[in-house]
């Protein structure tokens, strides 16, 4: 079974600039996660979604951060303009149920 | 919301002791909770996980204690090996409808020296 999917691993820009990420979770997992996860830091919840709706919301910060899923499958988070704050690795999650979360490898972003 | 606070944030072992790792909650409400084992540059892993109804659950070498009343949780990994070198994260799930939020701990970066 394939694991969770995510593109670009790495990605490096400047302050202001925008940027986007993409996932594909595990087949038939209909429940999608966004996690950031700051240097020595636990990984926190940025979006839940169910299908196409989003379920938790509440900690993303959407004066520039805004997320999609489209068909209910692959997923983009995008944040716009960065700050140099942002610098973290954004991890995507997948589950079939409401307990077990599948993690994706991650997205480095490094804000300069 | 829920905060998980875990200990400790370094532990080197010798090859084949075991270690520890305990993690405390604060939200009664909170009804499972996942380890996960975090390589560098990789995503965290799941590797064993326990529900509010369960007080322990063992899976080859790692096991998992749960302690509703005191609001702690604890990992045991035995006969540790070089590969068991990573970072371990706690978590909480806090029971909210619909909602599958996880809280984390700040990690335990485990050290097993050959």
């Known amino acids: 079974e394939a694991g969770v999917a995510q593109s670009p691993r790495y990605k490096i820009i400047e302050k202001r600039q925008s940027v986007a990420f993409w996932c594909n979770p595990i087949s038939g997992h209909a429940t999608l996660y966004w996690y950031q996860q700051i240097l020595g830091q636990g990984p926190k919840l940025l979006i839940q979604f169910q299908n196409n709706g989003v379920v938790d919301d509440s900690q993303l910060p959407k004066d520039r951060f805004s997320a999609e899923r489209l068909k209910g499958v692959d997923s983009t988070l995008k944040i716009q303009p960065a700050k140099l704050e942002d610098s973290a690795v954004y991890l995507c999650a997948s589950s079939l149920v409401t307990y077990e979360q599948y993690f994706g490898p991650g997205t480095r972003l490094t804000v300069t | 919301g829920e905060n998980v606070e875990q200990h400790p944030s370094t532990l080197s072992v010798q090859e084949g002791d075991s270690a520890v790792i305990k993690c405390t909650y604060s939200?009664?409400?909170?009804?499972?909770f996942p380890w996960y084992k975090q390589e560098l540059g990789k995503g965290p892993q799941l590797i064993i996980d326990i529900r509010s109804n369960v007080g322990e659950k063992k899976d080859q070498r790692i096991a998992v204690t749960l302690n509703k009343t005191a609001k702690h949780f604890s990992l045991h990994i035995t006969e540790t090996q070089p590969e068991d070198s990573a970072v371990y994260f706690c978590a909480a799930r806090l029971h909210q409808t619909g909602a599958n939020n996880l809280f984390f701990g700040t990690g335990t970066r485990l050290t097993v020296i050959p």
């Open positions: 939200d009664s409400a909170s009804n499972y």
